[in-house]
Protein backbone atom coordinates (compact mmCIF):
# COMPACT_ATOMS: atom_id res chain seq x y z
CA UNK A 1 0.00 0.00 0.00
CA UNK A 2 2.84 2.43 0.80
CA UNK A 3 4.49 1.99 -2.79
CA UNK A 4 0.72 2.70 -4.14
CA UNK A 5 0.49 6.53 -1.92
CA UNK A 6 4.27 7.19 -2.95
CA UNK A 7 3.62 6.67 -6.38
CA UNK A 8 0.42 9.00 -6.01
CA UNK A 9 2.02 11.50 -4.74
CA UNK A 10 4.93 11.55 -6.69
CA UNK A 11 2.90 11.50 -9.62
CA UNK A 12 0.89 14.29 -8.48
CA UNK A 13 3.96 16.47 -7.46
CA UNK A 14 5.62 15.33 -11.21
CA UNK A 15 2.35 16.78 -12.98
CA UNK A 16 2.24 19.87 -10.94
CA UNK A 17 6.16 20.87 -11.52
CA UNK A 18 5.68 20.03 -14.90
CA UNK A 19 3.09 23.08 -15.34
CA UNK A 20 5.04 25.49 -13.52
CA UNK A 21 8.11 24.53 -15.37
CA UNK A 22 6.29 24.85 -18.68
CA UNK A 23 4.80 28.07 -17.30
CA UNK A 24 7.41 29.77 -15.26
CA UNK A 25 10.88 28.10 -16.39
CA UNK A 26 11.43 27.14 -12.15
CA UNK A 27 9.08 26.99 -9.21
CA UNK A 28 9.51 27.59 -5.49
CA UNK A 29 8.70 24.80 -2.77
CA UNK A 30 5.88 22.74 -3.09
CA UNK A 31 4.33 19.75 -2.52
CA UNK A 32 1.39 17.36 -1.67
CA UNK A 33 0.42 14.63 1.09
CA UNK A 34 -1.97 11.86 1.31
CA UNK A 35 -4.68 12.33 3.89
CA UNK A 36 -5.75 9.42 6.23
CA UNK A 37 -8.50 9.80 4.16
CA UNK A 38 -6.22 8.67 1.28
CA UNK A 39 -7.10 11.95 -0.51
CA UNK A 40 -4.30 14.18 -2.65
CA UNK A 41 -3.89 17.17 -0.83
CA UNK A 42 -1.93 19.79 -2.17
CA UNK A 43 0.29 22.00 0.27
CA UNK A 44 2.25 25.24 -0.26
CA UNK A 45 3.70 27.97 1.98
CA UNK A 46 3.34 31.55 1.70
CA UNK A 47 6.22 34.28 2.54
CA UNK A 48 5.58 38.19 2.81
CA UNK A 49 8.37 38.44 0.85
CA UNK A 50 8.28 38.98 -2.64
CA UNK A 51 11.04 36.79 -3.64
CA UNK A 52 11.72 34.17 -0.40
CA UNK A 53 14.24 32.26 -0.03
CA UNK A 54 13.70 28.24 -0.85
CA UNK A 55 14.70 27.57 2.40
CA UNK A 56 12.03 29.50 4.47
CA UNK A 57 9.29 28.26 2.34
CA UNK A 58 10.63 24.47 3.16
CA UNK A 59 10.89 25.07 6.70
CA UNK A 60 6.62 26.19 6.35
CA UNK A 61 5.97 23.30 4.66
CA UNK A 62 7.82 21.14 7.07
CA UNK A 63 6.36 23.16 9.84
CA UNK A 64 2.75 22.05 8.54
CA UNK A 65 3.59 18.48 7.31
CA UNK A 66 4.60 17.84 11.14
CA UNK A 67 2.02 19.31 12.48
CA UNK A 68 -0.47 17.27 10.50
CA UNK A 69 1.25 13.78 11.03
CA UNK A 70 1.39 15.07 14.92
CA UNK A 71 -2.93 15.24 14.77
CA UNK A 72 -2.86 12.28 12.34
CA UNK A 73 -3.69 13.83 9.38
CA UNK A 74 -1.37 12.84 6.88
CA UNK A 75 -0.51 9.08 5.74
CA UNK A 76 2.57 10.16 3.51
CA UNK A 77 3.72 13.87 2.36
CA UNK A 78 6.74 15.05 0.04
CA UNK A 79 7.67 18.82 -0.63
CA UNK A 80 9.26 19.20 -4.25
CA UNK A 81 12.49 21.24 -4.39
CA UNK A 82 13.90 22.93 -7.64
CA UNK A 83 17.63 21.84 -7.48
CA UNK A 84 21.01 21.81 -9.51
CA UNK A 85 22.52 18.40 -8.92
CA UNK A 86 26.47 18.30 -9.80
CA UNK A 87 27.95 14.56 -11.21
CA UNK A 88 31.40 14.71 -12.77
CA UNK A 89 31.68 18.16 -14.27
CA UNK A 90 28.16 18.26 -15.44
CA UNK A 91 25.35 19.97 -13.19
CA UNK A 92 21.85 18.85 -14.38
CA UNK A 93 18.15 20.62 -13.35
CA UNK A 94 16.18 18.27 -11.32
CA UNK A 95 13.21 18.28 -8.83
CA UNK A 96 14.33 16.54 -5.42
CA UNK A 97 11.12 15.50 -3.06
CA UNK A 98 11.82 15.14 0.01
CA UNK A 99 9.36 12.22 1.54
CA UNK A 100 8.06 11.89 5.02
CA UNK A 101 6.19 9.14 6.41
CA UNK A 102 4.09 7.92 9.05
CA UNK A 103 6.54 7.65 11.79
CA UNK A 104 9.07 10.03 10.76
CA UNK A 105 10.80 8.16 8.46
CA UNK A 106 12.48 10.47 5.95
CA UNK A 107 14.21 9.92 2.38
CA UNK A 108 14.70 11.76 -0.87
CA UNK A 109 14.51 10.73 -4.53
CA UNK A 110 15.91 13.10 -7.48
CA UNK A 111 14.35 13.50 -10.89
CA UNK A 112 16.63 15.34 -13.71
CA UNK A 113 14.48 17.22 -15.95
CA UNK A 114 15.14 19.06 -19.50
CA UNK A 115 13.19 22.28 -20.63
CA UNK A 116 13.12 22.84 -24.13
CA UNK A 117 11.08 24.62 -26.62
CA UNK A 118 8.32 24.80 -23.61
CA UNK A 119 8.35 21.12 -23.19
CA UNK A 120 9.98 19.14 -20.14
CA UNK A 121 10.70 15.80 -20.20
CA UNK A 122 11.84 13.86 -16.63
CA UNK A 123 14.36 11.15 -16.63
CA UNK A 124 14.64 8.27 -14.16
CA UNK A 125 13.49 8.42 -10.24
CA UNK A 126 17.12 8.00 -8.50
CA UNK A 127 16.10 6.92 -4.95
Same mark, same amino acid.
Given at each position: ??????????????????????????????????????????????? !?? @???????? *???? =?? #?????? /????????????????? !?? @???????? *???? =?? #?????? /???????????????????
Amino acid at each position: MKDTFEEMMVNNILYQAEQYLKELGAFYPFGCAIDKNNRIVPLSAYS !EN @DNPPAQEL *IEVL =EA #GIIKNF /KEGNYFIAGIAVDVLLK !EA @DRSYDAIE *IRIV =EK #GNEQYK /KQIKYTLKDGKVEFGNIQS
